[in-house]
T-cell receptor, first 114, second 115 residues
């Protein structure tokens, strides 16, 4: 079975500081990993994904994520946070062997304080 | 591309009434998903379709919920009768046919309030 854990419900960071939103996963085979962002009263927007290759994936709005197979993690990062990054962030996983729906984590609310 | 289109964006109804939510997926996408989002339960997958055929409806909470996809460009999620605990934001998403590496594209959601 596939699962995703986002251990933090809330992350607070000062504007200009680096941010990290954590995600760990569990799949039976190799994973495809995704990050989405949800702004207030909006749908989920795709940020980035890991398919294969370089463990550091770059995505929209200056975000990046690092795939770590040994730690089964896919943490989202940004070198310098903006107030406009404040939103709800979802990590999702799919087993490489199938085409089932993405399995989403519960989400982490990021608050960037000016 | 207009993206995934959902209507209405907001729906307020009274307990016992029938509610129909609508979704138009991105053209050419073969998969369509219905999700429900609440503060308590987060994002829940209700049902998904492949080529208009329901594949897994195990997330549909009760018989009061039903979903159809009569053609590749339209799907409905119906609640009959509605109850206050159905109040949530309902999202439709679609994804292309090829490959498990494809992301899902979400619509803006329908905020349902059942009084």
């Amino acid at each position: 079975a596939q699962s995703v854990a986002q251990p933090e419900d809330q992350v607070n960071v000062a504007e200009g500081n680096p941010l990290t939103v954590k995600c760990t996963y569990s799949v039976s085979g190799n994973p495809y990993l995704f990050w989405y962002v949800q702004y207030p009263n909006r749908g989920l927007q795709f940020l980035l994904k890991y398919i294969t290759g370089d463990n550091l994936v770059k995505g929209s709005y200056g975000f990046e994520a690092e795939f770590n197979k040994s730690q089964t993690s896919f943490h989202l990062k940004k070198p310098s946070a903006l107030v406009s990054d404040s939103a709800l962030y979802f990590c999702a996983v799919r087993d490489m062997g199938g085409n089932k729906p993405l399995v989403f984590g519960k989400g982490t609310r990021l608050s960037v304080i000016a | 591309d207009a993206g995934v289109i959902q209507s209405p964006r907001h729906e307020v109804t009274e307990m016992g009434q029938e509610v129909t939510l609508r979704c138009k997926p991105i053209s050419g996408h073969d998969y369509l998903f219905w999700y429900r989002q609440t503060m308590m339960r987060g994002l829940e997958l209700l049902i998904y379709f492949n080529n208009n055929v329901p594949i897994d409806d195990s997330g549909m909470p009760e018989d009061r919920f039903s979903a159809k996809m009569p053609n590749a460009s339209f799907s409905t999620l119906k609640i009959q009768p509605s109850e206050p605990r159905d109040s949530a934001v309902y999202f439709c998403a679609s994804s292309p046919r090829q490959g498990a590496y494809n992301e899902q594209f979400f619509g803006p959601g329908t905020r349902l309030t059942v009084l």
